[in-house]
Structures are given as C-alpha cells and as structure tokens.
C-alpha cells in the first residue's frame, strides 16, 4: 500500500512483495506476472523502459499494441490455449522499441504456479533475442510466409477456382518475395501458335492488353520467344535487345526495362505458357531469382494442367450428355410428333374450311377472321414445339445461367406431357413458390428432369393404369431449391438404390444405362445432390437439390 | 312428330382441333358439342336426337378407346368417328370391331369427316327406330297371358294347333280360343310376322 519509491509509483503492485520486485529489476529482462484469468498484473521495471508505455495502458490485455501485429495473434493464440490447458509456452515475437520505433525480436515464456493442482498465478519473462537471432529469424518468417502462400495458391487450384485468379495470387506471391520485380504468367494458344493472357496484376493495362494474342517466334520478345524456343529468354535490356524490335515502342511506353522469360512446361514437357518478371530499368538476374522463378513455373504448371484436364473432362461431359439427350429425344419421338401434328391438324381442317366459304362467295369475314386466327395461334405453337425441342438436341458447351427452376421444370414438364398422356400417365405439378434462383445450364437441367420423368413412367408399365401418377415438385430446401420426381410404380430395393446411378447399370431392356449416371454427374457439376428415396405407398422419389444462385446457403 | 335435330359430340383434350371440328360442322349446318376429356361427356345424360361421337384416341385419362367400352357397358350405344394423330393398325382394328363407324389419321380432309358423321348419324337414327319399334313390339308381348306366351312360342316353331293342344295338355279349340287373341294383341298378320318378332324378341319354345 505504501511504496516510498516514487520513481517505480506506475509498476506499484500490492500483491507483489517488496524482495520480489527488487529481484525481478535486477533481471535484464522483462518479467510479468498475471492472475489465472490472463489479466498481467505486474511488468518489472524493463517493460516500461523498452516499450515506453504505463502500467495503465500495459494492465491486463491492454499490453498488445506492443507486438507486431503479424505475430500478435500467434502469441494470443498459444497464450489463451496455455489458459485453457494450464501448460506452459514458449513463442518468439516482435516488440516495439520506444526508442527508435523498430520491432525486436524476443522469445517470450509463460509458466503456471500450482497450488494443489490448481493455477494460483502465471508468471512470464521476455528475453530479447534480437541480437543473435534476429536477422535470420526475419528471413526464416518470410520463407514461411511464402510457403505459405505456396500452399494457398495450391488449395486454390485444388478447390477449381478460375485459371486466372490461381495464377493472379501466385503473381502477387512472388512480386512480394523481390523488390521492384513485376510478374506475369503468358498461356499458349490451343493452336500453338500465339500467346493468351494468363495474369499479370501488376504490368500496365494497356501492356497486357496489347500483348494478349500476339504470335510466337523466334524473335517474338522475351515470352513469345521463350515459349517458341521452350528455354529461358534473358532479356536485360529491352531497348537494345533485338529479340525486343517488334515490341520496343510498346515496352518503353509502358515503362518496362527488362524482361526474363522462362517457358512453362507440362509433365510430359510440351509448353504450357511462360512466366516473366520485368523490371523498369535494365537489369540482369543476380541469382537469387532463380528459386522464384523455379517455384512460379512449377505452380504455374500445375494451375495450367489441371485447368485443362478440366477443360477436356467437361467438355467430354458435355458430348457425353448430349448423346444421351439425343438418345432420349429419340424415345420422344411418336410423342413430339404427335405434339405437332395436333396443331397441324387444326390448321389444314381450318385452312379447308376457309377456302369452301371463299368458294360459296359472299362468305361471312368475321368467322374467316376467326379461322384466320386461330391458323395462326396453332402455326405458333407448332413452332414453340420444335423449337423446344432444337434447343435439346442443340450441341453446346454448359452455360450457367440464373435459372428460376419452376420455369426449368414446366419446359421438361411441356415435352414429355404428350408422352405421358400416351402411356396413360397422369403428369401431375405441386411447384413451390419463392424458390432461390440457381444458376446452372438450362437444358442440361432439363434433361436430368427429362430422365427422371421417363424413367418414372417406364417404371409404371406395369401399373393399373388408373395409379399411374407421376408428380414433378419443386420446394424451398434451406438456400437450396429441391426438386422431387415421385412414380407409382414397382420401386427399387434398397440394396440396389446406389447402382441404378452407376454408369451401364439398366434394368430395362433397351437401357443404355447411362441416364442417372449423366444425371447425377449434371447435378453435382451444379453443385447439388441427387439421390433417391422410397414411398410410402409404391415407387420411389427422385431428388435433387441445387444450391441458391445469390449467397452461400445457410443451412 | 316433332322434328329431330341431331347432335355431333366432340371429345378431344385439344381445344384448337374442338375448335376446328365445331366450325366445320357448323359450316355444313350441324349441330355440335365439345367436351375435352372422356369422363366430362360421360357425366352428361344422353341426348334425345339422333347423335354421334367424334373421338380423339389418344388423352389423358380415359382414352378414346375406353370410352368406347363405358359406353357400351352403360347400354348407351352411340356410333363413333375415332380420330388419331397416327394410324396404328392393332388399334383400327380393335376400334372396328367395337363398333367405330370410321378411323380417321389427323391431318384428315373435312370432306372425311364431314361424310363419317353422316354416316354415322343416319346409323344412329336407324338404330333409334330399331329401338323404338324393338319396345314397342316388347309392350305387345308382355301384354300376353301366360298360356299366350306359350301359344306363341309353339306357334311360331311351325306347331299346328293340334299338335299345340297335344304339347299342353289341353283341346285344339282352346289354343285357338287362345291363339286368336295372341295374333290380335301382337297385331301379327301371318305366322311369318309372328316368326320374325319372336326372332327379335328372343322367345324361344317351351322346353318338353
């Protein structure tokens, strides 16, 4: 309570007893003492003279502003698990020097005192360290911190995130390991022959810009020629390099002085792209460069590959859907003609009649009006028919749209109701309201609904025909849209419930056994489930959900 | 009698070619009716005058070829006009057989049509006459006693009244006594006429 020395007033800690206090000053290093809650209760008198700040503002948790802010949350995070776990630790970190404003390296220790098994006080020095260690613990950090870095851009790839955000982050990874280096990523056209924009967050637009597309060579710049040659160009000198002529007026209005190139290969060695890093005055590599470049083109690659067998993967997807669409479309066929053919009928019995009352003169032109009309209204939706169905058979790549997925199902809806009204099935509807927009490729959507409702109805041959009701319903799912294909008929057995989503699996006789397997590979590429459920009553239901089109779904 | 307006029913689920089949009709001065599903039409009671059905065969719920079995079952025999959007010959067939007037493959010409139901009309109203006259004639036979019945079952195997008094147990003047009020009620002028209703009735003699 009462401490005659007025200089230490600000460290006065009545808990702590007078020899403690004179030991812990005599340390050279910081000491501090904290209650089992974490809140620091004493500094010795070092705290105050390297970090310059009072005990009001050091007391309790208030001591966190002098820390680097990178290693702040390395030491909270070990100093709260030592709370929780009662065990000791040890982390090195920076503080802040009141003297001139420079972080410090110092390896900073907290210890528990037990009483009976439980925590009566913690106790802590901080030992500066800055002088044995301090420059290589630096260098030590950064080389984690690429790492890293490294490891994100390679999740990222792995996560199927798009070409060029991947190579954009690798980008800015290796400009941050040099000063004043510029990087760019150039891919290889599928013809081989030109160069396309990979990345390059930091070169001048219109720079970019201007070389997106332009061809390779033998004297086509630092990349162009690189990728042609498949071996590292070093340009030093932008402006004197021949292999520059064609690019020079370009390079210098874009403030550019030195170009190093080095190709991209694949595993199998063909050339993927290149990988630059530019300087805005000439310079030549100092050998330090060589590990960056090492790691961007190696990443690079990857990125690069795994794109592309991507790219393969979805276009085969595609063609694979497609032939099953069409294969489908051909078991449609009576029913779309059928479809047709009705409007088609009425307009030529239409057409006949307005030509007999043409005929008998004097005919009655509001009933030919009429006539007229309705020919026309029945042209139309002969041609909405067709059309329709050309959308289906039409060969192209998925294009992910906002979808309202009623909308997706009353089209499916639309094209198998004649079949269904052939087969003696009743097509019945129960669509949620407000449903999520989804984003995803309309006619592939159609499709697996397509699928879905035939499959329903070959399940039902052997139905009375009275219960042969196949339902389509849409909900609200969470942020999911969930859409629902219900039949009556004979069901699954539960030990074959997987297989029917297996690729030639078919239980009908003119299967090719490829319909739920497409299905499935659809909805997932969508980011959705499909699955399915038995009946109550008979037959089984189909599901499938697609995630919300605007924000990630809460569950 | 009162003049007769005959009816054309029209039942397909499409409204364009109801439509159409209306107009057609009404332009040759037909009267017509349209219902788009089997079952609507079924509900309906039957009409008065003399009437036909055109049918689409291929809808939603009841088809077109199982209305034609409601109806028979429900003795509401009427002639129907099938109309198909393709011709499937196992269905013609069957469709015949069960007493189509017509199969027609859409597109069809009006003329095609328009003949059918006129056909089809007239079997209609030589039906209804048939009908008419069949419960007329079936009044007259339940007016008769027992013992005529009996007289007029044998009469008409080709029987003499002797051999009739023989079959019943009785004398010849009685079943003559009996034979001349039968011939009266039944208003037969010959035995030939009495042939033909018991024909058409479905009489048969008494077994022995």
């Given at each position: 309570m009462n401490h005659p020395a007025k200089a230490r007033e600000k460290t006065a800690v009545s808990a702590v007893e007078q020899p403690f206090r004179l030991l812990a000053d005599a340390i050279p290093e910081i000491v501090w003492t904290a209650n089992p809650l974490g809140e620091i209760q004493y500094f010795n008198a070092h705290w105050f003279d390297f970090t310059g700040k009072s005990f009001a503002e050091s007391r309790g948790w208030g001591w966190?502003?002098?820390?680097?802010p990178d290693d702040l949350q390395i030491w909270l995070g070990r100093w709260r698990r030592a709370l929780r776990t009662g065990e000791g630790c040890e982390v090195e970190y920076r503080l802040k020097h009141a003297s001139d404003g420079e972080y410090r390296w110092q390896l900073s220790r907290a210890s528990p005192w037990k009483e009976n098994g439980q925590i009566v006080s913690w106790f802590g020095t901080i030992t500066d360290i800055d002088l044995i260690v301090g420059r290589d613990l630096t260098e030590r950090k950064q080389e984690e911190a690429f790492r890293t870095g490294q490891s994100q851009v390679l999740e990222m790839i792995a996560r199927g995130e798009p070409l060029e955000m991947v190579l954009t982050s690798l980008m800015l990874l290796i400009e941050a390991q040099a000063e004043e280096m510029l990087c760019s990523v150039l891919l290889l056209s599928e013809d081989g022959a030109h160069v396309r924009h990979g990345a390059?967050?930091?070169?001048?637009a219109g720079y970019v810009k201007a070389v997106d597309g332009a061809p390779i060579g033998p004297k086509n710049g630092s990349c162009g020629t690189a990728m042609y040659l498949a071996k590292p160009v070093v340009v030093t000198d932008i402006l004197r390099d021949p292999l520059w002529e064609d690019y020079r007026g370009l390079a210098e209005a874009s403030g550019l002085g030195a170009c190093w190139s080095t190709p991209i290969l694949s595993?199998?060695?063909?050339?993927l792209g290149s990988f630059a890093m530019y300087y805005r005055h000439p310079q030549s590599p100092s050998g330090s460069e060589a590990k960056l470049t090492e790691v961007a083109i190696h990443i690079a690659g990857i990125a690069i590959e795994h794109q592309r067998w991507e790219d393969e993967l979805r276009r085969t997807q595609g063609q694979l859907a497609h032939l099953t669409r069409v294969t489908t479309m051909g078991e449609l066929t009576a029913s779309i003609a059928h479809e047709v053919n009705q409007p088609l009928g009425a307009i030529v019995g239409n057409a006949d009649i307005c030509l007999d009352w043409l005929a008998n003169g004097s005919p009655d032109l509001a009933k030919v009006a009429e006539a007229l009309e309705d020919i026309a209204r029945d042209g139309h939706r002969a041609s909405e028919v067709i059309s329709r169905i050309r959308s289906l058979a039409k060969k192209q790549l998925p294009q992910k749209t906002a979808l309202d997925i009623n909308e997706v199902a009353r089209e499916a809806h639309a094209l198998v109701n004649h079949e269904a009204n052939m087969r003696g099935v009743s097509l019945l509807t129960d669509f949620g309201t407000e449903l999520p927009v989804v984003s995803g490729d309309r006619i592939q959507l159609q499709q697996v609904l397509i699928n879905l409702l035939m499959n329903g109805m070959d399940a039902m041959a052997a139905t009375e025909r009275q219960q042969r009701r196949l339902t389509i319903s849409t909900a609200h799912d969470g942020g999911k849209a969930l859409v629902a294909v219900s039949d009556c008929g004979a069901g699954i057995e539960p030990q074959q419930a997987e297989q029917v989503f297996k690729a030639f699996h078919s239980t009908k006789s003119g299967g090719m056994g490829m319909g739920l397997a497409i299905s499935r590979s659809i909805i997932e590429a969508h980011g959705g489930r499909l699955w399915l459920e038995p009946n109550d009553g008979p037959g089984v239901t189909f599901k499938f959900t697609l995630p919300g089109n605007s924000s990630e779904a809460e569950p | 009698m009162k003049e007769e307006k005959p009816i054309v029913i029209i039942v397909d689920d499409d409204s364009s070619m109801r439509t159409m089949i209306a107009r057609l009709l009404d332009s040759v001065g037909m009267k017509s009716i349209s219902f788009s599903a089997p079952e609507e039409f079924l509900h309906t009671s039957p009409p008065d005058d003399p009437a036909c059905v055109v049918l689409d065969v291929q809808m939603p719920g009841l088809s077109g070829l199982d209305l034609q079995r409601e109806l028979a079952k429900a003795e509401r025999r009427l002639p129907i006009i099938f109309m198909t959007g393709h011709g499937d010959i196992p269905m013609t067939v069957q469709a015949m057989k069960e007493g189509a007037v017509a199969f027609l493959t859409k597109p069809f010409r009006n003329q095609d049509l328009i003949d059918a139901v006129r056909q089809a009309l007239n079997l209609d109203r030589e039906a209804r006459q048939q009908r008419a006259l069949l419960a007329n004639l079936r009044k007259r036979y339940e007016s008769l006693t027992a013992r005529e019945r009996e007289v007029f079952a044998l009469v008409t195997t080709g029987l003499l009244n002797k051999q009739i008094a023989l079959k019943l147990g009785t004398t010849e003047r009685t079943v003559k006594a009996h034979r001349g009020v039968m011939v009266q009620k039944m208003e037969a002028e010959s035995v030939a006429d009495l042939v033909r209703m018991a024909d058409k009735l479905g009489v048969s003699p008494p077994q022995t």
């Amino acid at each position: 309570m009462n401490h005659p020395a007025k200089a230490r007033e600000k460290t006065a800690v009545s808990a702590v007893e007078q020899p403690f206090r004179l030991l812990a000053d005599a340390i050279p290093e910081i000491v501090w003492t904290a209650n089992p809650l974490g809140e620091i209760q004493y500094f010795n008198a070092h705290w105050f003279d390297f970090t310059g700040k009072s005990f009001a503002e050091s007391r309790g948790w208030g001591w966190q502003s002098a820390l680097h802010p990178d290693d702040l949350q390395i030491w909270l995070g070990r100093w709260r698990r030592a709370l929780r776990t009662g065990e000791g630790c040890e982390v090195e970190y920076r503080l802040k020097h009141a003297s001139d404003g420079e972080y410090r390296w110092q390896l900073s220790r907290a210890s528990p005192w037990k009483e009976n098994g439980q925590i009566v006080s913690w106790f802590g020095t901080i030992t500066d360290i800055d002088l044995i260690v301090g420059r290589d613990l630096t260098e030590r950090k950064q080389e984690e911190a690429f790492r890293t870095g490294q490891s994100q851009v390679l999740e990222m790839i792995a996560r199927g995130e798009p070409l060029e955000m991947v190579l954009t982050s690798l980008m800015l990874l290796i400009e941050a390991q040099a000063e004043e280096m510029l990087c760019s990523v150039l891919l290889l056209s599928e013809d081989g022959a030109h160069v396309r924009h990979g990345a390059a967050p930091s070169l001048p637009a219109g720079y970019v810009k201007a070389v997106d597309g332009a061809p390779i060579g033998p004297k086509n710049g630092s990349c162009g020629t690189a990728m042609y040659l498949a071996k590292p160009v070093v340009v030093t000198d932008i402006l004197r390099d021949p292999l520059w002529e064609d690019y020079r007026g370009l390079a210098e209005a874009s403030g550019l002085g030195a170009c190093w190139s080095t190709p991209i290969l694949s595993g199998s060695g063909a050339v993927l792209g290149s990988f630059a890093m530019y300087y805005r005055h000439p310079q030549s590599p100092s050998g330090s460069e060589a590990k960056l470049t090492e790691v961007a083109i190696h990443i690079a690659g990857i990125a690069i590959e795994h794109q592309r067998w991507e790219d393969e993967l979805r276009r085969t997807q595609g063609q694979l859907a497609h032939l099953t669409r069409v294969t489908t479309m051909g078991e449609l066929t009576a029913s779309i003609a059928h479809e047709v053919n009705q409007p088609l009928g009425a307009i030529v019995g239409n057409a006949d009649i307005c030509l007999d009352w043409l005929a008998n003169g004097s005919p009655d032109l509001a009933k030919v009006a009429e006539a007229l009309e309705d020919i026309a209204r029945d042209g139309h939706r002969a041609s909405e028919v067709i059309s329709r169905i050309r959308s289906l058979a039409k060969k192209q790549l998925p294009q992910k749209t906002a979808l309202d997925i009623n909308e997706v199902a009353r089209e499916a809806h639309a094209l198998v109701n004649h079949e269904a009204n052939m087969r003696g099935v009743s097509l019945l509807t129960d669509f949620g309201t407000e449903l999520p927009v989804v984003s995803g490729d309309r006619i592939q959507l159609q499709q697996v609904l397509i699928n879905l409702l035939m499959n329903g109805m070959d399940a039902m041959a052997a139905t009375e025909r009275q219960q042969r009701r196949l339902t389509i319903s849409t909900a609200h799912d969470g942020g999911k849209a969930l859409v629902a294909v219900s039949d009556c008929g004979a069901g699954i057995e539960p030990q074959q419930a997987e297989q029917v989503f297996k690729a030639f699996h078919s239980t009908k006789s003119g299967g090719m056994g490829m319909g739920l397997a497409i299905s499935r590979s659809i909805i997932e590429a969508h980011g959705g489930r499909l699955w399915l459920e038995p009946n109550d009553g008979p037959g089984v239901t189909f599901k499938f959900t697609l995630p919300g089109n605007s924000s990630e779904a809460e569950p | 009698m009162k003049e007769e307006k005959p009816i054309v029913i029209i039942v397909d689920d499409d409204s364009s070619m109801r439509t159409m089949i209306a107009r057609l009709l009404d332009s040759v001065g037909m009267k017509s009716i349209s219902f788009s599903a089997p079952e609507e039409f079924l509900h309906t009671s039957p009409p008065d005058d003399p009437a036909c059905v055109v049918l689409d065969v291929q809808m939603p719920g009841l088809s077109g070829l199982d209305l034609q079995r409601e109806l028979a079952k429900a003795e509401r025999r009427l002639p129907i006009i099938f109309m198909t959007g393709h011709g499937d010959i196992p269905m013609t067939v069957q469709a015949m057989k069960e007493g189509a007037v017509a199969f027609l493959t859409k597109p069809f010409r009006n003329q095609d049509l328009i003949d059918a139901v006129r056909q089809a009309l007239n079997l209609d109203r030589e039906a209804r006459q048939q009908r008419a006259l069949l419960a007329n004639l079936r009044k007259r036979y339940e007016s008769l006693t027992a013992r005529e019945r009996e007289v007029f079952a044998l009469v008409t195997t080709g029987l003499l009244n002797k051999q009739i008094a023989l079959k019943l147990g009785t004398t010849e003047r009685t079943v003559k006594a009996h034979r001349g009020v039968m011939v009266q009620k039944m208003e037969a002028e010959s035995v030939a006429d009495l042939v033909r209703m018991a024909d058409k009735l479905g009489v048969s003699p008494p077994q022995t």
